[in-house]
Structures are given as C-alpha cells and as structure tokens.
C-alpha cells in the first residue's frame, strides 16, 4: 500500500476532533487528511510577535475552514508551566522542557475547550530522516538510524494529554506507517530541492499536489524554533545570575548530578521543587546514566538529564 493510503487510513481509523498544529509539513498532511474526517479545531502556540510557524499555520487553517486558535503566550508564561510540566515528564533536559512546554500549553488549551482527542504529528521526523543528523548521513545510516527509532523511539505528548484529559495520537505512529517507513533504503529518504538538500522524501513526494508547495518543501524546524519558545533558553538561564559555577560544583559533589550550564541549572532548581531532590534510580531499569544516575531503558540519550550519549 503506498504511503498516502496508509496515512489516510491511520487518520481515518482515530478520527480525532483537534489537532496541535504547526503549519510544517507534518502537521499539514495530518490536517488536510483529518479535515473530513471529525477535525474541528486547529491550535497554534504563538510565543513572542510573529514565530515562524504563525504565517503558515494561519494560511493552511483558512484554507482548510477548520476554526483555528492561536495561542499567545509569553516567555513568563511558558516558566510559569515548566513545573506542571516537569511533573508529568520528570525531566529537566532542555531540550524536552523548550519543546514540550509548547505542547502542554496546546493540550491545556484544547482540554479547556471542550475537546478529548488530539492528533499530533509526532514520529514523521525519526521515521522519514527529517533531522539533518539523519539526512546528511550516508544511505546505509540513515536506514539504520530510522530502524532504531522505529524500534525505539517515543514521545511526552500522550502523557501530557493524560493530565489535561485529553488523548493524544500521531498517525505517523500506527503500525503501518512505521514497517513501511522502516523499510524504506536510505537513499529514498533524502532529495534535493533548489539546492537545499532535505529528508522526508517519501511524506513531500506522496503528497504533492493535495498540499501547497510552501509547505510540502519547508525545511525541517523543531517546536521550540518554529513557536518561538526557543528564546526561554536565554530567559530561563537570567534567572540563575552568578550563581552558576558554585551551585553546579555543590550540585555535583551532594546530588551526584553533571549541570551543563545556566539553563540546565535553573531546570534542575524546579525538579528539585517538584519532586523534593534529585532524580531516584529505579533498579528495576536497565541503564544507568552516568550525567545524573537516574535509570531507564536501554538508549543513548537520558530522558531525565539529558546527557549523551550514555
């Protein structure tokens, strides 16, 4: 079965009634297949004035006459989440917090609004090579990379959407998707596009001619880039002052945990407030990461800190 088949049934067989949603490729191709099938509303996290995903998102919404809500938030906004948020992931990696604190804030949204069934576009980017850490690598990497997380891979939004009352599912996810991406040579996965090379070959070749060419070719931005949440990074950092160097040195000779810098640290400082110290190893899990001591599946990146590799 090709792939747009197998995506019009993934969507098909959920049928959710909202979407958070980006305007990116994946986000595009789950709203134009979902717009017929029990879609009713769009939301768009908006952090600062004009984020590079709002042009985009708010030309597909129209177009496809689904109700679309950007949601403005400011950087103080987004600190004010990070604990509900560090609750439900247990992490204080900035890279999960920079990213997922976009999808608490759309899911929280959609809960207050009525809505029990998300769709996100989770897993089109570890399936189809969308990273430039997998399209810029040989064919044979990148068909090994794709296995991997095709294998391994999995993400908060279910888990965030379970606080608010909300599920949460990918069609990128469904069974189908995933062997058939996971059988894919590595070389399909990549084309060039006028003079910009780029992964998700197989996802932009199926679907052209259903989506708008701006969006079937952007390049590849992570949430906390295209919603602007990026810049808490600096924000969060300020708050830690001149305090780093002794704290991290403590930290480390007290809790056992590696901070990184400014950022790492003020995350580190509501960890510790919502769960009461430092992570707790669970021996019932495999890995122990070296970075903070907490424990968990076999991997190279630490969910809870963030090191790698492990």
């Known amino acids: 079965m090709d792939l747009r088949r197998l995506m019009t049934r993934a969507v098909a067989e959920r049928r959710c009634d909202a979407i958070l949603f980006s305007g990116g490729l994946d986000t595009s191709i789950v ?3 979902a717009k017929d099938r029990g879609l009713r509303l769009a939301v768009t996290v908006a952090v600062g004035e004009d984020p590079p ?5 708010v030309s597909l919404a129209r177009s496809l006459e689904v109700e679309h809500v950007v949601l403005r938030r400011t950087l103080d906004d987004l600190l004010a989440s990070l604990p509900g948020l560090i609750r439900i992931i247990g992490s204080f990696d900035g890279m999960f917090l ?64 379970r606080a608010f009352g909300v599920e949460v599912h990918s069609p990128f996810l469904h069974p189908g998707v995933v062997a058939h991406a996971a059988g894919l040579p590595g070389a399909a996965m990549v084309l060039e596009r006028d003079g910009r090379r780029m992964g998700k070959a197989p996802l932009r070749l199926a679907f052209e ?45 007290e809790d056992r945990v590696r901070i990184r810098d400014a950022e790492h640290l003020a995350y580190y400082r509501l960890y510790c407030e919502v769960f009461g110290g430092p992570p707790r190893a669970d021996p019932s899990l495999p890995k122990e990461c ?21």
């Open 31 to 33: 709203a134009t297949l």
């Open 53 to 57: 995903d709002l042009s985009y998102a």
């Open 209 to 253: 001619g259903l989506l708008p060419d701006g969006h079937l070719f952007r390049r590849k931005d992570p949430v906390e880039v295209g919603s602007g949440a990026t810049r808490l990074r600096e924000h969060v950092a300020a708050t830690v002052g001149d305090a780093f160097a002794a704290e991290a040195a403590r930290i480390l000779e």
């Open 290 to 310: 070296p970075g903070c001591h907490a424990r968990g599946p076999d991997g190279t990146y630490c969910r809870v800190c963030g090191a790698y590799p492990i």
């Open 98 to 161: 920079r990213n997922d604190v976009v999808v608490y804030e759309g899911l929280r949204e959609i809960a207050a609004r009525g809505h029990r069934s998300c769709w996100t576009g989770d897993g089109a980017d570890e399936l189809f090579a969308g990273y430039s850490f997998m399209f810029e690598r040989s064919p044979a990497e990148i068909e090994t990379t794709v296995r991997r997380f095709a294998a391994t891979m999995r993400f908060n939004g279910p888990a965030i959407g």
